[in-house]
């Protein structure tokens, strides 16, 4: 017995991909019994399968009159836009950093100061500055993604050993080119890591800001359903069956211009 | 013993003209002020690598070697003395000197080929020209089978032999080599001495090299400078009598070969241990 364990152990350890199907597949089926134990009309916990149905609902009637890729276009290009822009600026600031510690001094106790604050804090002043359009979410973006590239190119740039840079300078390299053609490749790494955690909070951010204060994106989506209590009722569905006075309010505030909301 | 030191003092006197001096130190010296005060590096240090030279600086860590390395390449400014490069005050790194590292410094996103074509940015070559001419300086070294691997792929030895390429890429007058192969194990080491000898008649460049490996300084040196530490500044100035060619390892067993290393190991024995203590311990 205890053989034969050990033998189903081994053979579970050099294959993750059936390991992970397994879980999940048990993931599935304890999330569905518990949610067919308590389901009601109005539960606010569904199973996987009617959640299943509603995301093709979504995906096929929209939300609230509006396209499902409407909302995913809003947020994705408040991300893109925020996120490029704090990218390029990042990268160079991060470069000019990791170069001179002069400038690297200058701006260490700024970066310092504001670090640790967390980017969703800056929604009520990005609001105030900038209003509740467009450009605040991006400007937000933009100040969450900025922060992380410059550091992490910062630290890039500055660990690109001392040889590289004597070699490169032998060989009759120009500043410019010293620059695109070998400090920004060897700190790659950092950069793109830089990137990436950028890239997650970017989008952690967007959400956020969409939660506050949007007419559309996936923010705005999850906050509407949620204050009208909809969270399974996403479709059409059910308002057809029965009148919702939530869905009629709704609509109703659509058809007025933002401000009034 | 034989008696290096009359013979380079010989070598000396005859002045030659600025021409044919590659390297002129005069009266160098550098130091650095830190937190517990100032490290004197170098103190008063006078030398003339001749063009065509494979001048060799031999000495124990710390005893300032790297320091004048970087003086000569520009990189750092002497605090003290004069320095030129061919009667030329030196002003920073240009591409008349190459370097060569330990930690080879290649560029390892790019491909062994394009590594080597990196250095033929600034000789304004033709784009189409550009592969051709890095694939003969690979051929040099011979690593033309491996121009599409990238760094990380080769041995030490490989990747020190594509720093060789590409540093003469640039065709530089001077190469200027800080212990090159002290990274590499010893038969790696002496193969690489090998080739970089039969290089060097090849190219004729002049070649400024830094060790601390005694061996080495007399297989490929025509003058090694002996350097003291604390601060660093040249004991001796040899030459080198070996016979050339040298690029074969039967010269690393004749007896001319021992003898130099036993005079030079005697310069340098009472150097590194100057006020050994000799008590009891505590």
Redesign the interface.
């Known amino acids: 017995m205890r053989a034969r364990l050990k033998q189903i152990i081994a053979a579970l350890e050099i294959r993750p991909a059936l390991v992970g199907t397994l879980s999940t597949l048990l993931l599935l089926i304890i999330w569905s019994i518990w949610a067919s134990k308590t389901e009601t009309m109005h539960s606010s916990f569904v199973g996987p399968l009617e959640l299943l149905r509603r995301l093709y609902l979504l995906a096929t009637q929209g939300y609230g009159g509006t396209s499902l890729w409407v909302h995913i276009a809003a947020s994705l290009f408040r991300t893109g836009a925020g996120f490029i822009a704090g990218a390029i600026v990042g990268i160079c600031v991060g470069m000019a950093m990791g170069y001179s510690s002069i400038i690297s001094s200058a701006l260490a106790p700024l970066f310092s100061f504001i670090r640790p604050i967390p980017p969703i804090a800056y929604i009520p002043l990005v609001i105030l500055w900038f209003g509740i359009g467009e450009f605040s979410k991006i400007v937000l973006i933009f100040l969450a993604s900025f922060l992380y590239v410059a550091l992490n190119t910062a630290a890039g740039v500055r660990a690109v050993p001392q040889d590289l840079i004597r070699v490169a300078r032998t060989l009759g390299t120009s500043n410019f080119r010293l620059f695109y053609a070998v400090i920004l490749p060897e700190a790659l790494p950092y950069v793109m890591l830089g990137l990436k955690v950028a890239l997650a909070l970017s989008w952690a951010v967007v959400v956020a800001a969409e939660l506050v204060a949007a007419q559309a994106g996936l923010g705005y989506l999850i906050m509407d359903a949620g204050t009208f209590f909809r969270i399974p009722d996403l479709g059409s569905e059910l308002s057809a069956h029965r009148p919702d006075p939530c869905r009629h309010n709704e609509q109703e505030l659509r058809r007025q211009p933002p401000a009034s909301c | 013993m034989p008696d290096f030191t009359r013979k380079s003092a010989t070598l000396e006197t005859a002045a030659p003209s600025p021409d044919d001096i590659a390297v002129s130190l005069d009266r160098v010296g550098h130091w650095f002020d830190g937190p517990s005060g100032r490290t004197q590096a170098l103190s008063d240090v006078n030398i003339q690598i001749k063009t065509g030279e494979f001048f060799t600086l031999l000495g124990p860590s710390g005893c300032g070697k790297t320091t004048l390395l970087n003086i000569v390449?520009g990189?750092i400014e002497a605090k003290a003395g004069d320095v030129a490069i061919f009667g030329k005050p030196v002003s920073?790194?240009?591409?008349d000197?190459?370097?060569i590292?330990q930690?080879y410094?290649l560029?390892?996103?790019l491909s062994v080929l394009k590594n080597v074509e990196?250095?033929l940015?600034?000789?304004k070559l033709p784009k189409a020209e550009r592969a051709e001419v890095a694939l003969q300086y690979l051929n040099l070294v011979g690593l033309q089978d491996f121009r599409h691997h990238y760094p990380y792929q080769l041995s030490g030895g490989m990747k020190q032999r594509v720093?060789i390429a590409?540093?003469l890429a640039?065709d530089?007058k001077i190469l200027?080599m800080d212990e090159p192969f002290a990274a590499l194990d010893s038969q790696m080491r002496e193969v690489l001495q090998e080739e970089l000898i039969e290089i060097w008649q090849r190219t004729r460049k002049t070649v400024f090299f830094i060790t601390h490996n005694v061996d080495e300084a007399i297989f490929l040196s025509t003058r090694i400078c002996v350097m003291s530490a604390n601060p660093g500044r040249t004991k001796a100035l040899l030459s080198n009598d070996l016979p050339q060619p040298r690029a074969d390892y039967r010269v690393r067993t004749t007896a001319a070969f021992q003898e130099n290393k036993e005079g030079i190991l005697a310069l340098i024995r009472d150097e590194l241990h100057p006020n050994r203590m000799r008590g009891a311990l505590p």
């Not at chain 2, 920073?92 to 591409?95: A, F, K, N, S």
């Open positions: 390449g990189f920073g790194p240009g591409p000197r190459g370097v590292f930690s410094a560029f390892r996103w990196f250095a940015h600034h000789r720093a590409r540093a640039a530089p200027l």
